[in-house]
């Protein structure tokens, strides 16, 4: 038996929480993107030749979508439930007959919910300035899915790490851009010297965009089967972890 | 919530031999063995950290118990999880609630939580119940600490449970808000709820509690009716008002232990009234005899509180 009313319930309230701030949510990417066009698109973009057979400004477009998706799915989602253990309302949620695994349906549902709204908000924004052609539309619909829900639960098992808002930001601002910004969001791996072309391929982000990048535009940086491996392996990674938080009640229950 | 639920003798909750000990190290409950009524309004009394909170933890799933078993109306409270949980409400101690959220929203919030289909009809009742439908759409960090309690014992009851658990209810809580939330349970009892609250005052667990059971130190040190609990270990103080003040307790009265109040001007006994022999009429002819003299007498029951100091301490001197 499902508490499906209840997975509603926490789904339409992390909704509501977005909504409050739906025009910053919403400006903010058209914003961004917009800012990376004038740049890198128009201003270096226009003196640069293309990559991997594709203009610099369509082939910054999947990096640039997976960047904003994974901070976004990792700060919407490890709120999402720091929020409730840091003002106490957990406690209803811990009473409630709701289990851990319809809990993270409905905390992550409602945070993927969001990051795949901010990315089809960026694709759009980008088709403004350039071209952009999908190659693999299907496969690239599945990605960005499994990619915002595999984000949101790794933001997810930050936020139920998370003893103070610092920590909250620590993995998505030390960790996670970093590797995003080295992951060749807005390069191809092989324009880089051979060495750090091999320390590239350490950073699990590379496997990601460049699969991505691939439903685009048919060419990666790693072959798309080995992108495909590495996303569920991380899922599965993940979903391990937040099974095992739950068993135990690590760090929510006392 | 339906008629019939009625205080009877079969138990909503039965507890058996209930441990927990933290992390840390520190055990807060020591095999804790306690059976609530359906219907009745139980107060688990005892000084902080006893175990109040712990104990209410563990019934409601906020705290995993370290052994012993819990059945919430015949279900057990870890293998039936969902059953239990259903007919349980939870108010916790602290004012934890979604500052940004209306109190109509959040009180819908609560009902779907807990698997019920929206029903405004009864949320509507339930906020007019607790005097909180005028502030229906008001954003509840706008609301005073009173009404931020009233919203949270309305979500509590929003999904309509048999069993609700009120930790502190009044902790923090002016007099007048105090007299409304005992005001409130004893409503929701007629209701037909079965209420268990934690209190460390006493005057609360007296004023609304049917039982009582005093825990300290993670065991349940009595638990009884609270009329019969201020019976059995009630005291009385006789208090004598004395025509002459004195100056000192007299040695002829020395083996009754009574002292003196009030400048000397009354003289105060405390008696056991389960005793054989009280001692009063043989300190009022001891008292004639030697010439002192009273105008008035009075006789007090001692209050929960004397009879809870007491209970602590003998178990402490034990």
């Known amino acids: 038996m499902t508490n499906r009313r209840g997975i509603w319930a926490i789904y339409r309230f992390e909704m509501a929480r977005f909504g409050r701030t739906f025009w910053t949510s919403l400006v903010m990417p058209v914003i961004t993107t917009s800012l990376y ?3 890198f698109g128009s201003a270096i973009g226009s003196r640069m030749d293309e990559v ?10 999947p990096g640039l979508m997976m960047l ?39 905390y992550v549902g409602a945070a993927a919910s969001k990051s795949i709204i901010i990315g089809v908000i960026i694709l759009a924004t980008a088709n403004l300035f350039v071209d952009v052609e999908i190659a693999h539309p299907v496969l690239m619909a599945i990605f960005l899915v499994v990619i915002a829900i595999t984000f949101c639960l790794f933001g997810f098992v930050i936020g139920v790490w998370a003893k103070s808002f610092e920590q909250l930001q620590v993995i998505p601002l030390l960790v996670v851009y970093p590797l995003t910004f080295l992951g060749g969001a807005f390069y191809a791996i092989e324009m880089l ?5 091999t320390i590239t391929l350490f950073n699990p982000v590379v496997y990601l965009i460049s699969g991505f990048r691939w439903t685009f535009f048919g060419v990666g940086d790693v072959p798309v089967e080995i992108s495909i491996g590495a996303v569920l392996g991380f899922f599965a990674v993940l979903l391990a972890i937040i099974f095992w938080m739950f068993r135990t009640g690590y760090r929510l229950k006392t | 919530m339906a008629a019939g639920k009625r205080q009877g003798m079969d138990p909503i909750i039965d507890i058996r031999g209930l441990t927990k000990t933290y992390a840390g190290g520190f055990t807060a409950l020591k095999g804790v063995d306690l059976s609530v009524k359906k219907g009745e309004i139980l107060a688990l009394l005892g000084p902080n950290g006893a175990g109040k909170t712990t104990l209410i933890g563990i ?19 870890r293998k039936e999880w969902r059953a239990a949980r259903s007919r349980i409400g939870l108010v916790p101690q602290e004012l934890s609630t979604d500052a940004f959220e209306s109190v109509w929203s959040a009180v819908r919030f609560s009902r779907g939580l807990f698997g019920r289909p929206r029903d405004d009809a009864f949320l509507e009742q339930l906020l007019r119940d607790l005097t909180l439908w005028d502030k229906r759409k008001a954003k509840i ?12 014992i309305a979500k509590a009851l929003s999904h309509d449970p048999d069993i609700l658990f009120l930790d502190e209810p009044t902790a923090g809580v002016d007099v007048e808000l105090r007299r409304d939330m005992w005001e409130m349970v004893h409503k929701m009892r007629a209701r037909g709820v079965t209420i268990v609250l934690t209190t460390h005052y006493i005057e609360e667990a007296e004023e609304m509690a049917d039982r009582v059971a005093v825990i300290r130190s993670g065991e349940i040190v009595v638990v009884d009716e609270t009329r019969s609990l201020m019976r059995q270990l009630g005291r009385k103080t006789l208090t004598l008002n004395l025509t002459e003040p004195l100056s000192e307790v007299p040695p002829d009265l020395a083996e009754w232990a009574p002292r003196l109040a009030d400048g000397g001007h009354e003289l105060i006994y405390e008696f056991d009234t389960k005793a054989e022999h009280t001692g ?10 030697i010439g002192v003299g009273f105008k008035d007498l009075g006789t007090r ?14 178990r402490e001197d034990a």
């Not at chain 1, 991997?52 to 477009?61: E, L, N, R, T």
């Not at chain 1, 709120?79 to 319809?102: D, H, N, Q, R, V």
Request: net charge negative; with cysteine; charged share 15%.
């Open chain 1, 52 to 61: 991997s057979g594709v203009p610099y400004g369509a082939f910054i477009v």
């Open chain 2, 59 to 77: 019934v409601c799933g906020t705290v995993t118990p370290s052994g012993g078993t819990v059945l919430v109306d015949g279900h057990d409270h």
């Open chain 2, 301 to 314: 029951q001692s209050s929960l509180e004397d009879i809870f100091v007491d209970l602590v301490h003998k």
């Open chain 2, 280 to 289: 009063v009429p043989s300190l009022l002819r001891r008292m004639t005899d």
């Open chain 1, 193 to 197: 010297p051979p060495v750090w072309r």
């Open chain 2, 141 to 152: 960090l706008e609301l005073s600490g009173g009404m931020k309690r009233r919203v949270m």
């Open chain 1, 68 to 106: 904003s998706m994974f901070t976004e799915s990792i700060s919407n989602a490890s709120f999402g439930i720091y929020m409730p253990k840091w003002s106490g309302t957990i406690y209803e949620m811990l009473s409630a007959p709701i289990s851990p695994l319809e809990t993270i349906t409905a």
């Open chain 1, 37 to 39: 066009f004038i740049v």
